[in-house]
């Protein structure tokens, strides 16, 4: 339950034997007034599950059980008795199929209660074990801790739906599929505004959803919070934008990351189109990179010239050309994943490699299967990183509006990143590596990428730990403004700026 309400229940009935008949009590004459306030604190916190059978488990010296309608554990505290489990077994199903509202059972060398959580068949449950008798109020208390779970649980699974139906609006934001997503919003609150600016928050992956429940709250339900499928750390932010280009207009996120209490980091993208979604979150996990090592821990995306932009006519002719055979991939079979699909798949790989199957929402196998695909399909080798960086600058391109010259002479790569405005850009986003008093940052990045990303590999080159590559690459990214060890990685520009450089150098 985040950033909600739920009403807490007055009374609740008292368990009783399995076979028995369904007495009722008043538990709010046998519990004391501080037991029930500290019930409802726990079970209002972000973990309020976790957390009321954890109080649960010390008032009553016993073991805490979350059982789902299957009848297995789903959360237990302090641990899981799993020889009682097997014994009542039994019991377990009759209550979790409505059978029996409760039951209590006793072993050789134990005492259980196990109480329905809602009356519905196919329930989950709770039980509760102890090797003593519980004391007097015990049914009492278990019985109201399994209300106050059932509506936490009921909470919580709101929640979830709301969660998926989020992801879902993002993945296609991602795929730039604007309409879709607008009509897929439209089951949930608040609508989609039409200029966006994208925050991107790391925390603590235990405080994550305190992060995002907090940023619900200050954005008054104004915003998009979308919980990363892809980074457990991470919280994703789409504000309405229009109200200035200030890095936050508004100071609501930094009030967030204050009231929070947890160390965050903040990345913010400019202001971009609703269409624009994708290159706005690009922006904001490339400003979050540098945020992580500034005092604030916030940090603002410094626009500079696109590639994709700077390249001249006959681009999208290349891009095309480039990705002809999957673009005109016909699959053999309906079920098969069509060319649009698979443009998707190798975009998101690109940029998140072996998380993208996260972001795709498909099982981890199919990624890979369809990476070779991809692969038998272009004849390239998708291993090899100048071979991405080609295949990104193509996907790029191809995202742009303007339509390709029909007019212009077919050009190779080579011929279009060869122009001054092309090697302007080069020089500006190497020169920070370059300047650096010191740091071989420009010879550590090139061997780096050299040896296809991987530290160890460059750290035998250079003669250094892969620890001190690490260090060398996290200077980098602070000093271009960009990230380079994670995804969407800024190491496809600059080695195509590398490149570029090269080529100028040659002439």
Not at 58 to 81: K, S, T
Not at 326 to 347: H, I, M, Y
Not at 437 to 449: E, H, K
Request: proline residues 7%.
């Amino acid at each position: 339950m985040r950033g909600g309400f739920f009403p807490l229940p007055q009374r609740a009935g008292c368990l009783t034997g399995a076979d028995g008949p369904a007495q009722r009590s008043h538990p709010a004459k046998t519990m004391r007034d501080d037991d029930l306030g500290s019930m409802r604190r726990a079970v209002l916190k972000p973990d309020g599950i976790a957390g009321l059978l954890r109080w649960l488990a010390r008032r009553l010296d016993a073991d805490a059980v979350l059982l789902n309608a299957a009848g297995e554990p789903e959360l237990a505290v302090p641990r899981c008795p799993d020889d009682v489990l097997r014994e009542v077994a039994g019991d377990i199903k009759r209550v979790i199929t409505g059978t029996s509202g409760a039951a209590a059972i006793c072993g050789p060398s134990w005492w259980a209660r196990i109480a329905d959580l809602g009356g519905d068949r196919g329930g989950p449950a709770l039980l509760v074990t102890a090797r003593t008798p519980l004391p007097p109020d015990g049914g009492a208390l278990i019985a109201h801790a399994a209300a106050l779970l059932q509506l936490r649980w009921s909470a919580d699974e709101r929640d979830r739906a709301i969660d998926h139906v989020r992801e879902a609006v993002l993945h296609l934001l991602m795929a730039g599929q604007v309409s879709a997503a607008r009509r897929v919003s439209d089951m949930v609150k608040p609508a989609l505004a039409s200029v966006i600016r994208v925050y991107l928050l790391e925390g603590p992956a235990a405080a994550r959803n305190k992060i995002a429940s907090q940023c619900e709250v200050v954005f008054d339900g104004r915003a998009w919070i979308v919980r990363c499928p892809v980074y457990r750390r991470h919280v994703i932010i789409l504000a309405p934008g229009g109200n200035g280009s200030g890095r936050d207009p508004d100071g609501k996120v930094l009030r967030a990351q204050q009231v929070s209490r947890e160390d965050v980091a903040i990345g913010a993208g400019n202001e971009v189109s609703l269409r624009d979604a994708a290159a706005g979150y690009e922006q904001a996990y490339h400003a979050l990179a540098v945020a992580r090592h500034r005092p604030d821990r916030f940090a603002q995306f410094t626009a500079r010239s696109d590639l994709a932009a700077l390249l001249g006519p006959g681009a999208q002719q290349w891009a095309r050309r480039a990705l002809a055979p999957l673009l005109n991939f016909e699959p053999p079979r309906p079920q098969d994943p069509c060319s649009g699909e698979l443009c998707a798949t190798l975009r998101s790989w690109l940029d998140f490699r072996a998380g993208a199957w996260k972001q795709l929402k498909i099982h981890r196998n199919t990624l890979l299967e369809r990476i070779r695909h991809i692969e038998a399909i272009l004849g390239r080798d998708l291993e090899k990183l100048p071979v991405q960086a080609e295949l990104h600058l193509a996907l790029r391109l191809l995202d742009q509006a303007r339509a390709p010259d029909a007019t212009t002479a077919a050009l190779d790569l080579d011929d279009l990143l060869a122009t001054p405005p092309v090697e302007q850009w080069a020089q500006i986003l190497l020169a920070p590596l370059a300047e650096e008093p010191g740091q071989p940052l420009l010879a550590t990045v090139r061997a780096w990428l050299e040896a296809g990303a991987r530290s160890d590999a460059t750290a035998a080159v250079l003669g250094v730990s892969a620890r001190s590559v690490h260090r060398r690459l996290v200077r980098a990214e602070h000093c271009i403004g960009r990230a380079l060890l994670g995804g969407p990685s800024a190491r496809y520009d600059v080695l195509l700026a590398l490149r570029i450089r090269d080529m100028a150098s040659a002439r």
